[in-house]
């Protein structure tokens, strides 16, 4: 069936936390620096760039959209010097089962198990078309521990999301550097978790919102206009119509299950406390519901 654009949306902020622990655990940043990544942030992205090879920045830029060029070639590709693609593959993996492991007990198994038999044809027949981040990851063989599927599954759904998000953005002819300045106005995220997760300098923040100032998208003060909130919320709505079609097979039964597995599972991931309030995504990614 066609999900509908409010569930397709609900799904995946159930899913987000789930993918997002590769993040923000302790397992993960130690097991990337014990691989031999210097830093979080070439952790980051060789983590998250593994799945496409031994990549170079501006195939990185090009695909996670939002972050500095600049910012990006600090890490990328001296990473594969340190370790290679295959290394990071591993590391994020089992850090991640780790975590959710951890995370969710033993007492989560059949929750685990619920949501993975439904995310599994999702993710496995999820058209590739457009989506290069995805693909690259649903070309990775499957784990065959429940822990490891789920989180893949999630990531799978997560960056087909991603691609299509990108594709949105630019069809409205946002940049990515716009796009953290328009997402952080919007949203109410403060300024300062954008400059520092994106790393924009004063001097580039200013000039993007002068830019979407005479768009019309934001105010001269930096504030969003209608027409800003008008275009967000296009954006999105796009997205949310990308990411639907994946979950076409399912039935209203299916659709149902997996969200009450969800909901068991992301509120444990939630009462760890490990996801923050406020990220670059948004706010409120650490509440369920």
Do not use: C
Not at 246 to 272: F, G, I, K, N, Q
């Amino acid at each position: 069936m066609a999900i509908d654009l409010p569930t397709a949306r609900r799904l995946w902020r159930l899913l987000e936390p789930v993918h997002a622990v590769t993040y923000f655990s302790d397992e993960t940043r130690e097991a990337l620096s014990a691989a031999g990544y210097r830093g979080f942030w070439m952790g980051y992205f060789a983590a998250r760039a593994a799945p496409l090879g031994p990549v170079g920045p501006e195939i990185v830029t090009a695909l996670f959209y939002n972050f500095a060029p600049s910012h990006v070639a600090r890490a990328i590709p001296d990473a594969w010097d340190f370790a290679p693609p295959e290394t990071a593959l591993k590391v994020r993996q089992d850090a991640a089962v780790a975590t959710l492991s951890r995370m969710l007990g033993d007492g989560a198994a059949d929750a685990v198990d619920r949501a993975v038999a439904v995310l599994y044809p999702v993710a496995q027949n999820a058209d590739l078309g457009g989506r290069a981040l995805f693909a690259a990851n649903a070309a990775l063989p499957w784990p065959a521990d429940r822990i490891g599927a789920l989180w893949h599954a999630a990531t799978l759904l997560r960056e087909h999301r991603g691609d299509g998000h990108v594709a949105a953005l630019t069809t409205a002819g946002i940049t990515g550097r716009e796009a953290g300045v328009l997402h952080a106005t919007a949203t109410a995220i403060p300024r300062s978790v954008l400059e520092t997760s994106r790393h924009y300098t004063e001097e580039e923040w200013e000039s993007v919102t002068a830019r979407l100032a005479e768009r019309g998208l934001l105010d001269r003060s930096g504030a969003i206009t209608p027409a800003g909130r008008a275009l967000k919320a296009e954006i999105e709505n796009t997205t949310d119509r990308l990411a639907a079609p994946a979950y076409a097979r399912l039935t209203d039964s299916d659709v149902d299950d997996l969200t009450t597995s969800l909901m068991e599972l992301t509120t444990a991931v939630v009462a760890s406390g490990e996801i923050p309030s406020v990220t670059p995504i948004g706010r409120g990614l650490d509440e369920v519901g």
